[in-house]
């Protein structure tokens, strides 16, 4: 990482944000950041991250004071039904910021849609079917525009399905949430959030403007398997297998099973040297069971 003073501004410090902050003021940086919730505003400031209000309704009160001498800049605000509001309230101040060197987007591979079951890449095409994912792909190129029109150092990071501590299938087992779903030749991919915050941090290290990367473990799995394997280290019965068909699921569940795809993670071995910690979901449910006691 750069030896110079460096201070990250993260719009939206969510659960995948926060681990990059913990990781980054861990080691010196200068992080600052964004929630909706002034009810969260001393939590972050006791871990060291000097925090902003910011909403669609909110926009920051003082951004050039906000933004000054910010040298790297991640969203991870998803977008709502009026767009990016990041972008829609702040893009212009953020391609005005001197010295920025890296900036980071959070989005999400619900972008590729639906490939039946089959391995996409970066290259493959955005052709998402669902509100949020068509939501998304909108937003990449608000971003992507960022990058070509104003010179902002604009990378995008595809996310899958996120777990880690208080948000795995250990926790779901735990509170008699977790279902087993059933659909013959469905598979997910996902990644651990500290695997999420090391890429970010190797991105950081060696930037690419405009590049977009994957960031997914090494084995897609359908997410009855990653239920059961944690109801076996916890020692319980996992919940029954229930037909797709008979799972009564919302319209949210049901979009989310609407796609089937296996997400490739090769560009960011390659390219920004990323080992992962947790390459599939056995280690990653092994080590949070073993790090509570």
Same mark, same amino acid.
Request: aromatic content about 6%; some cysteine; proline content about 8%.
């Given at each position: 990482?750069?030896?110079?003073p460096?201070?990250l501004?993260i719009?939206g410090l969510g659960?995948s944000?926060?681990?990059?902050?913990?990781?980054l003021?861990?080691?010196?940086?200068?992080?600052?950041?964004?929630?909706?919730?002034p009810?969260?505003?001393?939590?972050?400031?006791?871990?060291?991250?000097?925090?902003?209000?910011f909403?669609?309704?909110?926009?920051?009160?003082?951004?050039?004071?906000?933004? %000054?001498?910010?040298?790297?800049?991640?969203?991870s605000v $998803?977008?709502? =039904?009026?767009?990016?509001? /990041?972008? &829609?309230?702040?893009?212009?101040d953020?391609?005005?910021?001197?010295?920025l060197?890296?900036?980071?987007?959070?989005?999400?591979?619900?972008?590729?849609?639906?490939?039946?079951?089959d391995?996409?890449?970066?290259s493959?095409?955005?052709?998402?079917?669902?509100?949020?994912?068509?939501a998304?792909?909108a937003?990449?190129?608000?971003?992507?525009?960022?990058?070509?029109g104003r010179?902002?150092p604009?990378?995008?990071?595809?996310?899958?399905g996120?777990?880690?501590?208080g948000r795995?299938?250990?926790?779901?087992v735990?509170?008699?949430?977790?279902?087993?779903i059933?659909k013959?030749?469905?598979v997910?991919?996902r990644?651990?959030?500290?695997?999420? %915050?090391a890429?970010?941090?190797?991105?950081?290290a060696r $930037?690419?403007? =405009?590049?977009?990367?994957? /960031?997914? &473990?090494?084995e897609?799995?359908?997410?009855?398997?990653?239920t059961?394997?944690?109801?076996?280290l916890?020692g319980?019965?996992p919940?029954?297998?229930?037909?797709?068909?008979?799972?009564?699921?919302?319209?949210?569940?049901?979009?989310f099973?609407?796609?089937?795809k296996?997400?490739?993670?090769s560009r960011?071995?390659?390219?920004?040297?990323?080992?992962?910690?947790?390459?599939?979901?056995?280690?990653?449910l092994?080590?949070?069971?073993a790090?509570?006691?």
């Amino acid at each position: 990482m750069p030896k110079q003073p460096c201070r990250l501004f993260i719009f939206g410090l969510g659960y995948s944000a926060m681990a990059l902050a913990r990781r980054l003021t861990a080691q010196g940086w200068q992080v600052a950041g964004t929630t909706r919730s002034p009810d969260k505003l001393e939590a972050l400031r006791a871990a060291g991250v000097e925090p902003f209000l910011f909403g669609r309704g909110r926009p920051l009160d003082n951004p050039a004071a906000a933004l %000054a001498g910010v040298t790297h800049l991640l969203s991870s605000v $998803p977008p709502d =039904g009026e767009g990016d509001a /990041v972008l &829609d309230l702040h893009g212009a101040d953020i391609a005005s910021i001197a010295g920025l060197r890296w900036a980071g987007y959070l989005s999400t591979t619900g972008v590729y849609g639906d490939a039946g079951g089959d391995w996409v890449d970066e290259s493959s095409p955005v052709q998402p079917i669902t509100a949020r994912g068509k939501a998304r792909a909108a937003a990449e190129s608000g971003w992507m525009e960022l990058h070509g029109g104003r010179g902002v150092p604009v990378h995008i990071f595809r996310l899958p399905g996120i777990y880690g501590p208080g948000r795995s299938s250990l926790d779901a087992v735990r509170a008699d949430t977790a279902r087993r779903i059933d659909k013959p030749g469905q598979v997910f991919s996902r990644i651990h959030v500290e695997d999420i %915050a090391a890429t970010l941090e190797a991105s950081m290290a060696r $930037p690419n403007p =405009g590049a977009v990367y994957n /960031v997914c &473990d090494d084995e897609p799995a359908p997410g009855h398997e990653v239920t059961a394997h944690a109801a076996r280290l916890l020692g319980v019965e996992p919940p029954p297998l229930i037909p797709i068909d008979q799972a009564e699921l919302s319209p949210m569940a049901a979009s989310f099973y609407g796609e089937s795809k296996r997400v490739r993670n090769s560009r960011i071995k390659q390219e920004l040297g990323v080992v992962l910690r947790y390459p599939t979901y056995r280690e990653g449910l092994a080590a949070q069971l073993a790090e509570e006691g």
